[in-house]
């Protein structure tokens, strides 16, 4: 089943990519997810994961909606979703 | 600390000076908030925005031109013409530094000149000069005439302050610009300094603001803990890597992009004009205002095609939403081009891009026959040779010209979106707070926003509270932009009333996402010597700036009543992840809450906040 995953601002300039599809057997929670995205670009890893967590500048969203206001890490991701990992902003 | 405000009488072509005392200072700092003390004691209730009596205040504050890092900008401020009551707006560039070193804190424009003027200011002396050959000149070709009669080219030497032929020709989206691409940019302010016969200010001098400091030393040492603070923040960091424009794709992820004139909150295209595409195609540099350590400036160029660019700043997230996502263009080029324009014929990109949004529908609207048949006819016929269509970037790059110049449709294009909607049969199509239109951000899916819309005093604006950086970001603090919680009111107020401090003293806001009030306090103590100042009497001082704008729509009898557009409070968004939100629920809840902690009632002052904020000789204003 395919994920579709965006990169914005400063994790686009870390991946190199803004956008790419990641497929999956079977629905598999963000904190999951992440352990893949941080295998294929180390350098998102450097970027977004700080000591203790992950740095709260840099925001998760499904479809849209900040994990936070969803169920965190533990939010599934399911086939056809779309995580982005936004960056840090100022507008 | 003494402010030196040059009075230029346009009438009579003359001037004189006045030193404002410490104590006026202190309550107003300088910029917006003394500009909004001055106008409301100066500017006659039911003055004609483009009459003699109505006064432009081209204000400095401060922290402007010394080594307060973000120090480089000023504000202008007067009665504005698109909103009817107080309008204001702040800009960065070399233009406030320059003009504190000409030998002035401030200018106030009074009177009407019978013919066209530039003024010159070097090292206090005066000087007007005709203006005749310059009227009817774009923003660069002016610059260049006026460095050329100075005989100083080095663009980092001396500043110019000027209006375009959009000014001129009295368009109420007008904007100020300085140092060619900068802009004062909202409430149509430029058009108010062209009525008075103004074209340009040349500000030049050797005065040295930091020398006039309380303590020096100690200023530089509390000046460098905040650069400090500004340049190690990831939010610094991306703004120079992507600039503004690095929200197109955030916003519109969360769904709160406008598109299509308000009737989406999507847009599909939304890659193609994003801060990453321009940092890949067209951006050959990064560059900042005087003293910023920052550099959130665009440098962009289209080498080739039909949207050929010379090498010029921007474009900023807010133009690429206004002219791209409002108006459905997907062609990066041309919004690169259309900014290069708009820059020149001297427009609120905002308002400029926002209007032929809502142009466009009433298009839509005319061809499908939603319009009132006589309206329909016209518009079709005032418009059919720009065509303007969802998508057509041909037809905005040539309405820059026509609005510029008031031709044809252009000539209502130049009213802004309110005016341009009621004239044409369909007023809901103009989606403005106050008779501005409003920014890049929907409140359906960013739902404190419609607070901060709805509240801000100079018509619908993103700078009076910008209430994404919590709702989005999570600075100071998260919340879902979709829940509705009544600690987010009490922070849309915070802001607010900080925000009008930093324009007053004033620096930049991109500072206020790294800094708090608490960093302001050493430069206050030792830039002023006001030894005693604290973070309490810096949101009294913004909270009193909040109060007095919303006085000066009070005392018109309009503009003071908080209310969203219909489309947002009665029409849900059909798509993204706010599918199905109207504003109405969080602005119904919000709203009473907010009249609780100012102290207001209906959108007034109560006398009892007046006395608490010692705004009691403006009381008259609410009997």
Not at chain 2, 118 to 147: C, M, Y
């Amino acid at each position: 089943m395919p994920i579709r995953i965006r990169y914005l601002g400063l994790v686009y300039r870390a991946s190199g990519l803004y956008e790419e599809i990641i497929y999956l057997d079977t629905p598999i929670p963000i904190s999951a997810l992440l352990e893949i995205v941080f295998e294929r670009h180390p350098e998102v890893m450097k970027l977004i994961y700080v000591e203790g967590g992950l740095n709260p500048l840099y925001r998760i969203l499904l479809n849209g909606r900040d994990i936070e206001h969803l169920e965190g890490l533990n939010t599934k991701v399911y086939d056809g979703d779309v995580v982005t990992f936004s960056s840090p902003f100022g507008g | 600390m003494r402010f030196k405000l040059l009075r230029v009488d346009l009438t009579n072509l003359s001037t004189k000076v006045d030193e404002l005392n410490g104590g006026i200072i202190r309550r107003y700092v300088g910029g917006r908030g003394l500009g909004a003390y001055l106008a409301l004691k100066e500017i006659p209730k039911g003055a004609d925005p483009f009459g003699p009596d109505n006064k432009v205040y081209i204000l400095t504050g401060p922290l402007v031109g010394t080594a307060s890092v973000e120090s480089g900008r000023y504000h202008v401020v007067a009665k504005s013409p698109l909103t009817g009551i107080l309008g204001d707006a702040n800009s960065g560039g070399q233009f406030g530094p320059w003009l504190r070193f000409s030998g002035y804190d401030g200018i106030v424009l009074e009177g009407k000149s019978e013919e066209p003027v530039w003024i010159s200011i070097v090292n206090g002396e005066v000087k007007f000069h005709d203006a005749k050959k310059l009227w009817g000149k774009g923003v660069f070709h002016t610059e260049k005439i006026i460095r050329d009669e100075m005989g100083i080219h080095d663009e980092s030497i001396g500043s110019i302050l000027s209006v375009g032929p959009a000014a001129e020709n009295l368009s109420r989206i007008s904007a100020v610009m300085n140092d060619k691409y900068r802009a004062a940019g909202r409430t149509g302010l430029a058009s108010v300094i062209a009525s008075k016969g103004v074209k340009a200010i040349w500000a030049y001098g050797n005065r040295k603001p930091t020398e006039e400091l309380y303590d020096r030393k100690g200023f530089f040492d509390e000046a460098k803990k905040v650069i400090e603070k500004i340049r190690n923040h990831d939010i610094s960091k991306a703004l120079y890597q992507f600039g503004t424009a690095v929200l197109v794709n955030i916003i519109n992820e969360h769904g709160a992009f406008p598109t299509k004139n308000w009737q989406q909150g999507t847009f599909d295209d939304a890659y193609e004009i994003s801060g990453e595409k321009l940092a890949d195609t067209y951006l050959k540099a990064r560059k900042g205002c005087w003293g910023c350590v920052i550099l959130c400036s665009r440098v962009s160029e289209v080498e080739e095609g039909p949207f050929m660019t010379p090498l010029s700043e921007g474009p900023e997230y807010e133009t690429i939403w206004a002219n791209g996502g409002s108006t459905m263009i997907s062609d990066l080029a041309a919004l690169v081009k259309a900014n290069y324009l708009m820059n020149d014929m001297g427009f609120d990109t905002i308002s400029f891009g926002a209007t032929v949004g809502t142009l466009m529908e009433l298009y839509e609207r005319a061809l499908k026959g939603e319009l009132p048949e006589d309206k329909a006819r016209e518009l079709i016929e005032l418009a059919k040779d720009v065509n303007p269509t969802w998508g057509n970037a041909h037809a905005l790059l040539q309405l820059i010209w026509m609005t510029a110049y008031r031709n044809r449709i252009g000539d209502y294009v130049a009213e802004g979106a309110k005016r341009l909607a009621e004239y044409f049969g369909y007023p809901d199509a103009a989606v403005h707070v106050r008779g501005m239109e409003l920014p890049a951000y929907d409140p359906r899916g960013i739902n404190s926003m419609s607070l901060s819309y709805a509240t801000s005093n100079r018509g619908g604006c993103h700078l009076r509270a910008y209430s994404v950086s919590f709702d989005v970001l999570g600075v100071p603090k998260k919340f879902d932009p979709l829940g509705v919680d009544e600690e987010k009111v009490e922070l849309v107020k915070m802001q607010q009333d900080y925000f009008a401090f930093i324009d007053s003293v004033i620096v930049c806001k991109f500072n206020t996402f790294s800094t708090g009030p608490e960093d302001y306090i050493g430069l206050m103590k030792t830039g002023l010597g006001w030894e005693d100042y604290t973070v309490q009497e810096l949101l009294e001082t913004g909270e009193r700036i909040y109060n007095l704008e919303r006085l000066f729509a009070v005392r018109e009898g309009y503009g003071y009543q908080d209310r969203l557009p219909k489309r947002l409070v009665e029409v849900s968004l059909p798509d993204g992840p706010a599918k199905g939100k109207t504003s109405k629920e969080a602005l119904e809840k919000y709203l009473p809450i907010y009249y609780d902690i100012r102290g207001w009632s209906d959108g007034k002052p109560l006398p009892d906040t007046l006395d608490r904020l010692g705004l009691e000789e403006f009381k008259y204003i609410i009997s």
